[in-house]
C-alpha cells in the first residue's frame, strides 16, 4: 500500500499563484498561527504590509488578557494617563487614557462577521488574489453605503474644533452610524476598540480615539467606514483644527500635497490601468513638494469584505500586479510626510506614527470602475465641511494653494 503524496499547499502571498514551499511566517509561528506558508522570501516581503494584519488581531487578543505592567500614574486632576511611559515616542503626541467603554451597536443593525470575536473570517476564507466584479445590484448597495459613509463623515468633521476630544468625535461618529442603521465598520475589527480613526499631526494612521483634547493649530485625519446592507464604504479626509493650522505652511504644504497626490492618481482610474501606476503619480507629485510617501499601508479592494483585493500601493517602483476592471472597487488613499517615509507603531499595536515625529496627512476615496472611467463613490458635496485651503502668505510671496 503506497503513501498518498502530501497535499500541495498553495502560496498566501498577495496576487500569487505560486506552490508554497516551507518557508512560513516566523511572527506566525510565535503566535501559533498555523498554514502561513509562501513560495519565497521576495514574496513573503512583498506581502508583509497586507500578511501582519493577521497578528494585529493575535497580539490584541494577548495584550487583554495581558495588560503592560507599567503605567504612568493617573493625573489627579483629571484622572488621564499616558499608559506607555517608556516608550520612545516619536513626535510631541501622547496617548490620554483611560478610554472610554467599547460602545454598543443594537441587535436590530446587522453586524459584519467580526463583531464578537475580532476575526474577520470571511477576508481570511475569501481568494486572497482574486478581485471581484460586482453586478449592478452591488454597485447599488455600493453606492448607497459610501453615500452614508460621506454623510457620516461630513458630520464628524463638523465637530472637530478645537476644545473637543478624539473621543467625542468617536461618539459623534458612532451616533451617526447608527442613526443611519449602518454598523461602524472599524469596531472590533482585529479588535480595535473604536469606531473610528483618529490621526492626529505625527500620526499617519488607526490612531485610537482618546481623552486627548484637539487645540488650535493641530490637523486631524478621520477616517470612517460603513457597514450597510452588507457593503463597506470607506472614506477619509484631513482637516485643519483652527486658524493655527491654517496658517501654518508645513501644516498646508503636507495636507494639500496629499490632497492632490489622489486627485492626479483619479485621473488615471480607468479600465485596463494598471495597479502599480498610481504611486508613480503620487510620488512624483509628492517630491515636487518635498515630501515624502508613506510605504507601510496601501489601498485596498473593498465590497462585502472590508479589505480584499486588488493592494494599491502609493509609492512608485512598486511591485502591484493586475489592472483596474469595470465593476471592481477599491480605495487609494495616500499618506504623505513631511519628513520620513518610515513608520514606527506604538505599543497599542495600532497607531502608526512617523519616525521623525514629522507632521502627515491622509486622503481616501471609494472607487467603482465604470466602463469609460471611473465614479468617485464617496465624493465631496457642496456643503461638506474642509476642502482646499491656499498655502499662507510670507516674506511677499504669492498665495498659491500648495505651493511654496
Not at 497626490?261 to 482610474?269: Q, R, S, T
Amino acid at each position: 500500500m503506497t503513501a498518498e503524496p502530501p497535499a500541495k499547499r498553495k502560496c498566501i502571498g498577495v496576487d500569487c499563484e505560486n506552490e508554497a514551499g516551507s518557508l512560513q511566517c516566523p511572527t506566525c509561528l510565535k503566535l501559533g498561527l498555523k498554514d502561513s506558508f509562501f513560495c519565497s522570501q521576495d514574496c513573503f516581503k512583498r506581502s508583509w504590509t497586507t500578511h501582519k494584519s493577521i497578528h494585529k488581531s493575535q497580539s490584541s487578543l494577548f495584550r487583554n488578557i495581558f495588560p503592560p505592567n507599567i503605567v504612568s500614574e493617573p493625573d489627579p486632576l483629571t484622572g488621564t494617563f499616558n499608559p506607555f511611559p517608556t516608550f520612545p515616542f516619536t513626535g510631541p503626541l501622547r496617548p490620554v487614557y483611560p478610554l472610554s467603554e467599547r460602545r454598543t451597536v443594537p441587535a436590530s443593525i446587522p453586524y459584519p462577521d467580526y463583531a464578537g470575536d475580532g476575526n474577520p473570517k470571511s477576508e481570511r476564507i475569501a481568494g486572497r488574489n482574486k478581485i471581484e466584479i460586482l453586478d449592478k445590484k452591488q454597485q447599488e448597495g455600493m453606492r448607497k453605503v459610501c453615500r452614508l459613509a460621506r454623510e457620516v463623515l461630513d458630520t464628524a468633521a463638523a465637530a472637530a474644533v478645537p476644545g473637543v476630544t478624539t473621543d467625542y468625535i468617536d461618539e459623534v461618529v458612532h451616533k451617526a452610524c447608527l442613526e443611519r442603521e449602518s454598523y461602524p465598520s472599524p469596531l472590533n475589527y482585529c479588535r480595535f476598540p473604536k469606531s473610528v480613526c483618529t490621526s492626529v499631526n505625527e500620526i499617519i494612521c488607526h490612531g485610537i480615539p482618546d481623552k486627548r483634547v484637539l487645540v488650535d493649530g493641530d490637523i486631524l485625519n478621520i477616517d470612517v467606514t460603513l457597514y450597510h446592507g452588507g457593503f463597506h464604504g470607506d472614506i477619509n479626509e484631513t482637516y485643519y483644527i483652527g486658524d493655527k493650522a491654517k496658517a501654518d505652511p508645513d501644516s498646508v504644504r503636507v495636507v494639500e500635497t496629499t490632497r492632490e497626490c489622489l486627485d492626479k492618481a483619479i485621473e488615471l482610474i480607468k479600465p485596463g490601468a494598471l495597479f502599480r501606476d498610481y504611486g508613480s503619480v503620487i510620488e512624483k507629485h509628492a517630491k515636487s513638494r518635498d515630501c515624502s510617501v508613506i510605504k507601510t499601508y496601501c489601498g485596498h479592494g473593498i465590497n462585502s469584505l472590508f479589505h480584499c483585493a486588488p493592494n494599491i500601493p502609493h509609492y512608485a517602483k512598486n511591485k502591484a500586479v493586475g489592472a483596474a476592471k469595470e465593476g471592481m472597487c477599491f480605495t487609494v488613499e495616500p499618506m504623505i510626510a513631511l519628513g520620513t517615509y518610515r513608520d514606527k507603531t506604538w505599543p497599542d499595536d495600532w497607531t502608526s506614527a512617523t519616525a521623525d515625529g514629522k507632521r502627515t496627512a491622509q486622503f481616501e476615496h471609494t472607487f467603482l470602475v465604470t466602463a469609460d472611467g471611473v465614479e468617485v463613490l464617496t465624493a465631496r458635496t457642496p456643503t461638506s465641511p474642509g476642502g482646499p485651503v491656499p498655502m499662507p502668505v510670507t516674506n511677499g510671496e504669492s498665495a498659491q494653494n500648495g505651493t511654496k
